[in-house]
């Protein structure tokens, strides 16, 4: 008999994982309350669950008995299969307290404090008029700029920065509706802006032990809001930065209690060293995971966390030593007219793929969260800066013309 596995969530991102379970000959359950997700009809058996609902999920785990439950790229599922692992009396890659430290940022940053990981100065606030408190008497850490987020949302919804010098009372307002409209639990964090470069830490974590598989380099819009544009690996900063990097990352996973399973770590590089902007118990999103590692490292990392879930070993060790970089394509605001070079774009040296979620008559949102962005480049090269070159270099043939 097949042993089999609940997967939570049926998204796009999720199917490499269902996939390579199927592979494996797992008999794979696909959960999501989406009647129409991508997995559905990949999934050996798709059940109509809202992957957030624990109760929903814990009564059909009772009812078809896998042997595994995981999640893959979804943040808030973290939460259901940890506490469903923990109701039914198994150990899951996570404790379900520890995974709420995973998935709320102000309880990430009290943990994270407490247990000595650097992280920039924080304020948790509950209303508006906790907002109203901090500003009349901003802290030193904040008294220029600083940053707005939601406790519990993701793709950088909802974040911003505030110029501390230009908040009059209709200015606090709008930005307190602004972001607390995406935070589901109603709070919002108040952060001390942290400047410099920004990475991401791709891990995983075996019995305790972690191994990091590489870091990759951001770029994110320029501010107020804060969407990534594209990243590269493997990172160029120094080595004494790497460094600093790694130690981080490692003190970050142990804190927030990563026993077995994936963990994308976001970091940035200030003038006091290395700071920790968010952990996350799962793979990373953003093509990082699923396309920019394996072309880099030849690392499988949905091979290494369904390993981990599973009790082996996973490969975690780097193969190959190359360069590849992601850029998403950017688009003025309004409705798309004609899209331009996108064959040419394909046929460049070490591009791997043009892809667009839009097309021509489409409307391109302003950019303020990942879910507005209209395609993106991936590019190898023989290191970062040259799949770094050749991807704006195939972006920069890439035309969209907006009706004005
Ligand atoms: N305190 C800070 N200082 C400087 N930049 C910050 C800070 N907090 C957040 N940012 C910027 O905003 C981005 C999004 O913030 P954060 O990761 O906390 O939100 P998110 O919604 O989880 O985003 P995503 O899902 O895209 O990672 C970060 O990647 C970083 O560039
Ligand atoms: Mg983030």
């Known amino acids: 008999m097949n042993k089999s596995i609940f997967i939570l969530g049926g998204s796009m991102l999720q199917m490499p994982t269902i996939l390579k379970a199927k592979d494996r000959g797992l008999y794979v359950y696909v959960l999501d309350y989406d009647p129409e997700c991508d997995a559905r009809d990949v999934a050996d058996k798709f059940l109509l669950i809202s992957t957030i609902d624990k109760e929903a999920v814990l009564e059909a785990a009772k009812e078809y008995k896998p042997d595994y439950i995981m999640t893959s790229t979804s943040d808030m599922p973290v939460r259901t299969a940890s506490w469903v692992n923990e109701k039914l009396g198994r150990k899951g890659g996570i404790s379900y307290e520890d995974s709420i430290c995973a998935t709320d940022k102000s309880m990430m940053r009290l943990r994270m404090k407490e247990k000595g990981v650097p992280v920039p100065d924080f304020y948790i ?232 979620y839009k097309k021509e008559g489409d409307i391109v949102p302003p950019l303020h969260s990942s879910s507005d962005r209209v395609g993106h480049v991936i590019a190898t090269g023989k290191d970062a800066d040259e799949a770094e070159r050749n991807c704006e270099e195939a972006l920069s043939r890439i035309n969209l013309i907006i009706e004005s």
């Not at 802006?193 to 819009?221: A, C, F, L, Q």
């Open 125 to 356: 606030l509950e209303s508006f008029e906790d907002f109203e408190a901090l500003i009349k008497d901003l802290p030193d850490t904040l008294q220029k700029v600083f940053v707005l987020k939601p406790a519990d949302n993701a793709a950088s919804r909802g974040v911003k920065l505030v110029d501390a010098n230009d908040l009059d009372a209709d200015k606090a307002k709008e930005l307190w509706d602004f972001t607390s409209q995406y935070s589901r639990g109603g709070r919002v964090l108040a952060e001390e802006y942290m400047e410099g470069p920004e990475v991401s830490v791709e891990s995983v974590t075996v019995n305790g032990i972690t191994h990091i598989i590489t870091i990759t380099d951001k770029k994110v819009t320029h501010v107020p809001y804060f969407v990534e544009t594209g990243h590269t690996e493997p990172s160029r900063l120094s080595k004494d930065e790497q460094e600093d990097i790694e130690k981080v990352a490692l003190a970050a996973i142990k804190a927030v209690g990563i026993i077995n399973g994936p963990s994308h770590t976001e970091i940035k590089v200030t003038k006091t060293g290395a700071k920790l902007v968010e952990i996350a118990a799962r793979l990373g999103g953003d093509f990082i995971t699923s396309r920019l590692v394996p072309l880099s490292s030849g690392v499988n990392l949905n091979e290494c966390e369904l390993d981990a879930v599973l009790g082996n070993e996973p490969s975690w060790k780097r193969v190959i030593t190359k360069g590849s970089a992601i850029r998403f394509i950017p688009a003025k605001e309004g409705r798309i007219d004609k899209i331009q070079g996108i064959d040419e774009a394909k046929a460049m040296p070490g591009v791997e793929e043009v892809v667009l």
